[in-house]
């Protein structure tokens, strides 16, 4: 049994050492200003979130991940079960915070009682015709260029340095479920898609991804969800005539099927946009996959890995 049972992703912190810089890549990207300071820049995404995006002012690197609680009794048990406070929250939205250190000395905010805002406007969908269905008549698509609509964060990736011992840690305190664990071999784990516990409710294939580092633990990516297919290409679009550095895509992923694509930010930080990924409930259970379930695609641009391999072939 685990301590809590989060039911969400809720942000991830940075730091950089030009917030102006950062502000401009991550508004290309397609987040919002939410706060800046001096010393911090606060973003949100469109949806209800008060942040999705924190960057503190200092030496590039990754800070913190942060999951949400359900409630403030949650976090009161989950401090008392690891001797910590319960703190208030000092970003937007406000609520109530607990820090912790997971086995590879990163920071992790749960926090509670946050306001939620009011989702900010998107522009209305327009019907989408298929070989089996038309209702889109007498009416015209016209994308506007510009950034993706960018609706939440949905999932974090971390490089760990002992896959076993942190996918514990994390499942221990935060009831994660494995969605797909990744085998090197037979029985030779290396990673794992966690899930969200939200019983009978669906909740995304993954929330978090721990996976076994091939040198040193860290920050991999993070993984924004946009509105639609037709924002990842106005993304896409955008951020290429911006000259930003893409990283991989936009293809499909076999595990979690989502239509992806990534960037980086000035400092090398990935970032994804995705949409159309796969939901599921606590009774859908658990599987195992490949290394090439993990890079290969459906379809799309292969992963640089396996492209760099087949060149060499």
């Not at 479920?177 to 794992?192: K, N, V």
């Not at 580092?213 to 037709?230: K, M, Q, R, S, W």
């Not at 993304?235 to 239509?259: F, N, T, V």
Request: charged share 25%; hydrophobic share 40%.
């Amino acid at each position: 049994m685990s301590v809590l049972k989060i039911e969400d992703i809720s942000h991830v912190r940075f730091r950089a050492p030009d917030l102006s810089v950062m502000q401009e890549f991550l508004e290309a990207f397609g987040l919002q200003l939410a706060a800046r300071d001096e010393t911090h820049l606060i973003m949100r995404a469109q949806g209800a979130a008060p942040f999705v995006h924190a960057t503190e002012k200092g030496e590039a690197g990754f800070a913190a991940l942060g999951l949400r609680a359900a409630n403030g009794e949650d976090l009161q048990k989950l401090a008392d079960a690891e001797g910590v406070a319960v703190e208030p929250f000092d970003m937007p939205g406000g609520g109530q915070v607990v820090r912790l250190t997971d086995p590879d000395g990163r920071l992790v905010e749960v926090v509670a009682e946050q306001e939620r805002l009011a989702p900010l406007p998107v522009e209305a969908r327009p019907h989408v015709n298929t070989g089996l269905s038309h209702p889109r008549q007498s009416e015209t698509v016209r994308i506007a260029a510009g950034p993706a609509t960018v609706m939440r964060l949905g999932h974090v990736v971390l490089d760990v340095s002992d896959f076993r011992l942190v996918e514990d840690w994390y499942k221990q305190r935060f009831g994660f479920i494995t969605s797909d664990e990744i085998e090197l071999a037979p029985d030779q784990p290396m990673g794992a898609f966690l899930r969200c516990d939200l019983g009978h409710r669906p909740t995304d294939h993954h929330s978090l991804f721990l996976l076994q580092a091939l040198d040193t633990p860290g920050f991999n990516h993070a993984a924004f969800e946009v509105l639609d297919i037709n924002e990842i290409m106005r993304g896409h679009e955008h951020l290429k005539a911006q000259g930003r550095d893409a990283s991989w895509g936009i293809g499909r992923h076999i595990l979690g099927s989502q239509i992806f694509d990534y960037w980086r930010d000035p400092w090398g930080h990935e970032l994804e946009h995705w949409t159309d990924g796969d939901l599921f409930t606590a009774a859908d259970g658990s599987n195992k996959a490949s290394v090439d379930d993990l890079l290969a695609v459906q379809w799309g641009m292969l992963h640089p890995l396996v492209a760099a391999t087949q060149e060499k072939e």
